[in-house]
């Protein structure tokens, strides 16, 4: 299957931990990487690879994979982190084809 | 540091062909896959291509048969045609930067940086 599968939604209280799943058979083979996108904007990098941040997102991002699920995990959620987050891998097809989940909405409360 | 920024119109009629073009400015375009992403009104985000500085493309199953992506290296640019164009076709189109690499056997490809995007809407 090519397709990654998010929750459409998904809250969490200020300062609690919130993980955010993506699941897909691609990824048993490759890790995902995410994306948050708040509105107007365009999608920015928080996560790629095992467990990679670039320079400039916070460490209480944090990415990780077990079986075909691969998750992100935000510790001590902040307002700020209110926003759209997407996964990405690429696709087990063989035909190196590029995939996204359908996005999940983080509300912070 | 790298930016990439879209350009092209904002309406495209029915029938017609999207062209857009992505500048890359504070590096080179000859490295790494350069591609394209679509994100109709209110939703999710959709890979349209890539292609790698030397020209090799691969493209969405789903868009294959309208879609073409081109390079050009001595303008830093890389640019995205889409035939036949329908009201489905209206989005944000972003340009972005793709990377692939490998961890201990396991490969992940991520899009580093990308455009500030460009509402392309196909109306007659």
Redesign the interface.
């Known amino acids: 299957s090519s397709e990654l599968t998010q929750d459409p939604a998904v809250s969490v209280a200020l300062g609690q931990t919130v993980r955010i799943t993506c699941q897909g058979d691609s990824l048993r083979?490759?890790?995902?990487?995410w994306?948050q996108q708040k509105p107007g904007?365009?999608?920015?990098?928080v996560i790629?690879?095992?467990n990679n941040r670039?320079s400039g997102i916070p460490d209480r991002f944090s990415g990780s994979s077990s079986g075909n699920t691969a998750s992100l995990t935000i510790t001590g959620a902040q307002a700020e982190d209110e926003a759209d987050y997407?996964c990405?891998?690429?696709d087990s097809s063989g035909?190196?084809?590029?995939?996204?989940?359908?996005?999940t909405k983080l509300t912070v409360l | 540091q790298v930016q990439l920024q879209e350009s092209g119109p904002g309406l495209v009629k029915p029938s017609e062909t999207l062209s857009l073009t992505c500048t890359v400015s504070g590096g080179s375009i000859s490295s790494y896959y350069w591609?394209w992403?679509r994100q109709p009104p209110g939703k999710?985000?959709?890979?349209i291509g890539?292609i790698y500085y030397s020209g090799s493309t691969?493209y969405?199953?789903s868009l294959k048969s309208r879609v073409t992506i081109s390079v050009d290296t001595s303008k830093n640019q890389f640019s995205l045609k889409l035939s036949s164009v329908t009201a489905a076709d209206t989005a944000v189109y972003?340009c972005a930067s793709?990377r692939?690499?490998n961890?201990?056997g396991?490969?992940?490809?991520?899009?580093?940086l990308?455009?500030?995007?460009t509402l392309v809407t196909v109306s007659s």
Do not use: C, M, T
């Open positions: 083979s490759y890790y995902a990487s994306y904007q365009a999608p920015v990098l790629y690879g095992k670039p997407y990405n891998s690429r035909n190196h084809y590029v995939v996204f989940g359908g996005g | 591609s992403i999710g985000l959709e890979w890539y691969n969405n199953p972003y793709l692939g690499e961890s201990s396991w490969e992940y490809w991520y899009f580093d990308w455009g500030r995007g």
